[in-house]
């Protein structure tokens, strides 16, 4: 227990030792004969001192030699842990201010303590909701720098430094590359029309219903995308959004985004089959997509090639791929474009009139047989 202590007040007989609930508070501050001993540390000296803390209504006086005897507010106290299993306390805009207790204080003492079982001295200090509402803003600000800041610094690389980068990943796709002459004719045709002569643009011979753009203005058109599309002008619209990609650059943002930032500005070397990999598996966000169809759609104004074309590729894409499942779908089209209504009807309202095929029905054959002369490649298997 703690060590208790009874005075004389003058002119009265000397008082025996009462329990704080037996005491009278005549006022505000008025004191009670109850004293417990305490240790303390004035902020300003430096030195211990010895101290009997005297409750009063509202608080508490600390009686001793010399130094200030208050009063002080209970409620202005601070937990600040505890020194040999016994709390200490300190007191709130005076630092270095202490007070601390040799054994357990009394329950009537302890009943006005703080609580030591605080949040952390920071929360502990500005209270937990405001501190909570600190995290959030924080929160919100790290977020918007994790969203905003790599597309912002991925787009200071230099595009030859982007473009050796497409060029190494296109070595993933070995020999499949297909070269068909009239084939070849026919895509010349096609990318000139829509403008696209300063681009890299390929077929290769893989059966997966998609197209995919590489860093530095590479763009692969899968051959089960012409298999699968029924007209030149549905490929077309798909050719014309890959474009967009390549325009706005929004391939490094997606490599940033699905590998780091960190691994982005590192440079290709060494990873090119993950980079890869991550291209043909990543999701374009859906402010990108629309981007994308926008700068499309334009396009495809701009050289007269029917936009209706577009929007029934991607409504019978999206039948097709939910008829094979998750599985079925997990490299095709919509796992790197997720479709949507609002993205059919957008291509579907954009139709004008005036507008004449891209390709004509032998070269669209050509086109689609692209690949009919390649050899099949003596390795099979991808890096990615």
Known sequence: MARWISTALPNRPPARPVRARGCSMHSMWARSEMRVAVWHYDGV???RQ???LVPAASGFFLEGAGGERGPFAFKDLIAHGEIGGQPQYGLRKRPG???GFSEAPPEEIAALLPSGKGYGRLIDKIGLWPAVGVFVVLSAVALWALVTTPPILVRMIPESVEKQWGAAMIGDFGGRTCTA????????K???RLGATDMDIRVVDIPIVNAVTLPGGHILIFKGLLDEAE???????????EMGHVRNRDVLESLARQLGLSMVLSGADGNVGGYTNALLSAGYSRSVETRADGFALARLH?????TAATAGFFRR???FEGSMGEAGALLGYMSSHPLSADRERMFMQGAKPGTTVSLEAGEWTALRGICSEREAPKEQGFRF
Not at 181 to 188: Q, R, V
Not at 231 to 241: K, M, R, T
């Open 317 to 319: 894409l999206a039948k």
């Open 231 to 241: 007209s030149a002008d549905e490929v077309a619209g798909v050719l014309a959004h």
């Open 302 to 306: 701009e050289t007269a090639i029917p």
């Open 190 to 192: 096609l990318t000139g």
């Open 97 to 99: 201010w202490r007070i």
């Open 45 to 47: 000296s430096g030195v």
């Open 181 to 188: 002459g009239p084939g070849t004719a026919a895509l010349a």
């Open 50 to 52: 010895a101290r009997d």
